[in-house]
């Protein structure tokens, strides 16, 4: 609590910080709590990887996951969708019953890439390691749930998931990028995977990979249009760390792309892209560069 001392200016300080401000939009006080929504991604790693991170009964976990689902989401939708406000509770239990229904097919998709991760690391000597100690895990278990939060179509929170994940690991993955089974990232730092992006199967990425726009087009009232912008990669393809693979481009199956790469057009399948071998050469007399 703040302290109350006459010479502050407090009231005047606040009123100013209640008035609207263009860039601010208003929101209702029962906003989004961060905190639970950590405690749900924590179930929900829970449940999936059982017994692994909570010893707890997984009929006991589902029905926290379940009630943190429904709080969050009504609270989502009445921040980001006033309009639809009477409705804020029944969006959030409907939320939480679909949500639950995927957690089969979730738990399915995430044993494929621990599987992924451990073929593609010699360094991993079983599944639970991958599990316990890969911030590839710890990323794609954060993307999963938020990309089925985003496809039930609820507001922020898969975009808050995510950013979890961001700061955690180093590793952005958009939300409503489509991302296929037996996904793997070696290392992972400096990983960006855009929104539109659709990922095959059986493709595996390197530190500082970004998949993401080359540019965006605009509407007559200057709004960026929301349209397919980002790469589509085909299953089983590879791209080596620092590579960048921009706008609405095809990389055909079975393709590979070396390090340090600039690729912007579309590429037909078991492509090889490789950057041009560096030049050696020995200096004279002790001479610089």
């Known amino acids: 609590m703040v302290p109350k001392h006459p010479d502050l200016p407090l009231r005047q300080i606040a009123d100013r910080l209640s008035a609207p401000d263009p860039h601010i939009p208003a929101t209702a006080p029962a906003g989004i709590d961060p905190a639970e929504l950590k405690q749900a991604v924590n179930l929900f790693r829970a449940v999936v990887f059982t017994g692994y991170f909570n010893p707890e009964p997984v009929g006991d976990l589902l029905e926290k996951l379940a009630q943190i689902l429904i709080r969050q989401s009504s609270r989502a939708c009445i921040v980001f969708h006033p309009d639809s406000a009477p409705d804020a509770e029944e969006f959030g239990r409907q939320t939480a019953r679909k949500l639950l ?11 494929t890439d621990v599987k992924a991760v451990f073929d593609g690391d010699p360094a991993a000597a079983s599944f639970e390691e991958v599990i316990l100690c890969y911030p590839a895990l710890t990323a794609m278990t954060h993307y999963r749930f938020a990309h089925a939060l985003w496809r039930l179509d609820v507001p922020i929170l898969p975009r808050l998931i ?34 539109t992006c659709i990922i095959g199967n059986h493709v595996r990425l390197y530190q500082g990979v970004t998949l993401g726009a080359k540019s965006f087009k605009f509407d007559a009232a200057g709004n960026i249009l929301r349209e397919p912008r980002h790469p589509i990669l085909e299953d089983r393809v590879v791209v080596y760390s620092n590579s960048s693979i921009l706008g609405r481009v095809r990389i055909g199956h079975d393709s590979v792309i070396g390090g340090n790469v600039w690729q912007t057009s579309d590429l037909p399948p078991c492509s090889r892209v490789i950057q041009g071998r560096a030049t050696v050469s020995g200096f004279e007399n002790g001479g610089g560069i």
């Open 162 to 195: 995510t950013e979890m994940a961001h700061s955690a690991t180093g590793i952005d993955i958009h939300p409503g990028a489509t991302i296929g089974d037996y996904f793997s990232i070696d290392h992972g730092t400096g990983v960006v995977i855009g929104e």
């Open 101 to 111: 229904d995927e957690l089969p097919e979730l738990r399915r998709q995430l044993g």
